[in-house]
């Protein structure tokens, strides 16, 4: 066989190992739901791990109604929702309008 004859051979043999799917090791990586998730979370306020003093920067959050967060879910248990937080006396519609996208419940 000539040279050229005997590359053809051999580049012609290995076209099937080029059409093989990649194995699961090959394939790249997809990040985890919960990196994209953390980003959009960045910032805010847990109501349930935060303290009277990080719940008093929200917006017509002062003090007192800062304690009575910490105090309902003392009494009360976790938020399952950051809608609960117009649950606490002195919250009304309009505090969890304007703070509800500094807010989350985890």
């Given at each position: 066989m000539n040279r050229k004859t005997l590359l053809t051979a051999l580049l012609l043999g290995c076209l099937p190992l080029?059409?093989?799917?990649l194995l699961a090791a090959d394939k790249p990586v997809a990040k985890p739901a919960t990196?994209?998730?953390?980003?959009?979370?960045?910032?805010k306020i847990n109501l349930n791990t935060a303290s009277a003093d990080e719940l008093a920067a929200l917006k017509g959050i002062g003090e007192k109604k800062a304690q009575a967060i910490v105090d309902y879910r003392e009494k009360q248990g976790k938020f399952t929702s950051v809608d609960q937080l117009a649950d606490v006396s002195g919250i009304g519609p309009a505090t969890l309008d304007a703070n509800r996208d500094m807010i989350i419940v985890k």
């Open positions: 080029l059409s093989q799917p990196t994209l998730t953390s980003a959009k979370e960045a910032g």
